[in-house]
C-alpha cells in the first residue's frame, strides 16, 4: 500500500512541477503540443512495442478492444440523454463526457502498478476507444448540432491511421497473434526510450492544465462530471466483479473507465465552436478527480491476491503467457 501512495504521489508531484514550471515561465502554453507529439508519437509506441514483445496473443482477447469501443459509446448516450433539448447543449455534452484518455494519463499508471499484462489490457482497451476519442465522439456531436442524419466514417478512419499509438497498437496486436517477434535491437531501444514515457507524459499534463471559462456555468460542469464519473465507476465495477479473466486483467480495467476525459475534447469542441474555455476547464478538474480514484482503486485491487481470484474454468483455453 505504501509503495503504491508513493509512486502515485510521484506522478501528482511531477504533473504539479509541470504546472509550477509553466507558470514561472519555464515553459511556454505551446511548449505542452510538444510534449504531446514527444509522448504520442516517440515515447507511449515505444511503450507498446516493448510490452507486446514476447507476448503470445489469443484472438479471444480481441473483447477488451470491443470494451473500450463499448464504454466511449456508453457515455456519448448518456450524455445525450442528460442534456437538455438545446442541440448544440447536446453537442457539448456528447464531447466532453466521452473518451478515455489513457494514452497520456492512464497508461503510465498501467506501466507503474500492473505489469506486461496490465499494459496489453490497457492497449487494447484504447484501441477500441481510440474510435471514440478520435473523431466518434466528434462525428456524433456535429451530427446533433447540425441535425444530420448519420455519422462519418471516412473522416474518424482517416484520423486513427494518421495517429501512431494506434497504428502502434493495430502493428503490435497482429504481430503477436501471429506470433511474430521483432528483432532483439527494436525491442531494446523500445525497453528504453518507454522508460521516459511515464515521466514526459505526467509533465505534459502539469504544463497543459488550466481551468478557465465562465464560473457562472459551475452547475453545468458539476453536472457533465457526475454523468461522467457515475458511469464509469459503475463500468469499473462491472468490469472487474463480473468479466470472465484472471485477476491480472480485471485489475487493469479496473482503472480504465476512471481515466480522465479525453484530451482531443477541448480542440474538438472548439472545432464546433462550442466553449473551449468551459472544456478545458472540464477536461483539467476530471484529470484531479481521476487521480484520486484510479490511486483509490489500485490500492483496493492489488490488495486481492491472485488465489482469490476467479477460478480457471471461467477463462480456461485462453493463453495470457
Known amino acids: 500500500m505504501a509503495e503504491i501512495l508513493m509512486k502515485a504521489a510521484a506522478f501528482v508531484a511531477i504533473i504539479f512541477m509541470g504546472y509550477l514550471l509553466r507558470k514561472k515561465g519555464f515553459f511556454k502554453e505551446e511548449d505542452f503540443h510538444v510534449l504531446s507529439k514527444i509522448v504520442l508519437k516517440i515515447t507511449l509506441p515505444a511503450a507498446i512495442v516493448a510490452n507486446f514483445s514476447g507476448v503470445d496473443l489469443q484472438a479471444s482477447l480481441l473483447i477488451l478492444s470491443v ?59 484504447d484501441t477500441g476507444n ?19 442524419g448519420k455519422i462519418s466514417l471516412i473522416p474518424i478512419i482517416k484520423t486513427l491511421v494518421r495517429s501512431v499509438p494506434f497504428d502502434a497498437y493495430i502493428t503490435m496486436t497482429a504481430l503477436s497473434l501471429l506470433h511474430i517477434s521483432l528483432p532483439a535491437p527494436v525491442i531494446t531501444f523500445s525497453e528504453v526510450v518507454s522508460g521516459a514515457n511515464a515521466f514526459i507524459a505526467m509533465l505534459m499534463m502539469g504544463v497543459g492544465f488550466k481551468i478557465s471559462g465562465d464560473t457562472s456555468q459551475k452547475g453545468k460542469i458539476v453536472k457533465i462530471l457526475a454523468v461522467r464519473y457515475g458511469v464509469s465507476i459503475a463500468v469499473a465495477a462491472a468490469l472487474y466483479f463480473f468479466m470472465p479473466l484472471p485477476l491480472e486483467y480485471r485489475q487493469a480495467l479496473a482503472i480504465l473507465p476512471l481515466s480522465p476525459i479525453a484530451s482531443a475534447a477541448p480542440a474538438f469542441t472548439a472545432d464546433l465552436k462550442g466553449d473551449f474555455g468551459l472544456a478545458s476547464a472540464v477536461n483539467s478538474i476530471s484529470i484531479v478527480i481521476s487521480i484520486v480514484l484510479i490511486t483509490g482503486t489500485l490500492l483496493l485491487v492489488l490488495s486481492v491476491s491472485p488465489s482469490r481470484g476467479i477460478p480457471e474454468h471461467c477463462y480456461k483455453g485462453l493463453n495470457y503467457s
Open 67 to 125: 470494451l473500450g469501443l463499448g464504454g466511449g459509446l456508453m457515455l456519448i448516450t448518456s450524455a445525450y440523454l442528460a442534456a437538455g433539448k438545446n442541440r448544440e447543449e447536446k453537442a457539448f455534452f456528447m464531447l466532453n463526457t466521452s473518451g478515455y484518455n489513457i494514452g497520456n494519463f492512464t497508461m503510465p499508471f498501467a506501466q507503474s502498478f500492473l505489469g506486461p499484462a496490465g499494459v496489453i489490457t490497457t492497449s487494447l482497451f
Open 130 to 148: 481510440s474510435f471514440i476519442c478520435l473523431g466518434g465522439a466528434f462525428s456524433a456531436a456535429k451530427m446533433v448540432k447540425e441535425g444530420e
